[in-house]
């Protein structure tokens, strides 16, 4: 949760003496505090400042506080800033006009100094638990195209990518991965110690495959990466540079044996995800049988 000096509060009134008094009183709730007299100083303040609240005159020379208001709701940089209007008016039509205006609360003036922190912080609390829910979702939406084990992309995420790709209607690269033998890895070493070396395989992966790639570990011990369309010779490199990078790390160059495919996509004549699948592991099938560590399809 943020405290209150991670907070920025603009306080936008023509009259000074407004502005050095509810300077005053919030700075001693530890809130960072910036001062405008006008709605063009406002707008410049906010240009440059991560503002997280707006306390807003609404009786101003010029552009006023409904029309600033307004006009930041308008923008979607801004919009979601909260905006309390400072007014001596209190008709409920004057006050009706600064809600549709976009502002979330209201003050009198003068105000009361326990009145002003109270509607400051609890605007403030809001944005604070509104940051920690998205927070949350994104962690959520994160986890769900996410492997647990490898954290790399999961299959879900993968196939979402392949046929956006397919749609898109440009040709790219898919470059298939096989652990080989992950039976015989589970009987020797337990699940547990083999666990450890897909997590340390697939950081390797994560470090040596194009950095653009979208590279996921789709099921058990096969893996893939979408890329763009290079040159095969280019897609040769990174099989070679995968291949020297395990064989640095001894527990992958003792225990890794892996079999893969360069796959070329057309994306105007496939037709569809799984009929690439059903290409790739009839190549498979035909790699281990005669001991083939990489293959081209054409």
Known sequence: MKTNNNFTILIVDDEEINTELASLY????????????????????????????????????????????????????TQDIPVIFLTAQTDISFVSKAFEAGGADYITKPFNVLELKARVKVQLQNIAYLDEIKAKQSKLAQLSITDPLSKLYNNLYFDAQLKTKLLGGENFWIFYIKINHME???????????????????????????????????????????????????????????????????????????????????AKKETGIQNIYKKIQKTLAKMQNDDIKLMVLR
Do not use: W
């Open 184 to 266: 015989r890895l589970n009987t020797l070493y337990g699940f547990g110690n083999t666990n450890k070396l897909i997590r340390l395989f697939s950081k390797v992966l994560e470090r040596t495959l194009f950095k653009n790639a979208t590279t996921a570990r789709l099921f058990s011990a096969h893996y893939a990466s979408i890329n763009n369309n290079y040159s095969l010779e280019d897609m040769k490199k990174q099989y070679k540079i995968l291949i020297d990078t395990i064989k640095k790390e001894s527990a992958l160059k003792e225990n890794i044996n892996l079999s893969c495919i360069l796959y070329p996509v057309d």
């Open 26 to 77: 919030l700075q001693e709730e530890k809130y960072r505090i910036k001062t405008a007299l006008s709605a063009q100083d406002a707008l410049n303040i906010i240009s440059l400042e991560d503002i997280s609240l707006i306390l807003l005159d609404i009786n101003m020379p010029g552009v006023d506080g409904l029309q600033l208001c307004s006009m930041l709701k308008a923008e979607k940089k």
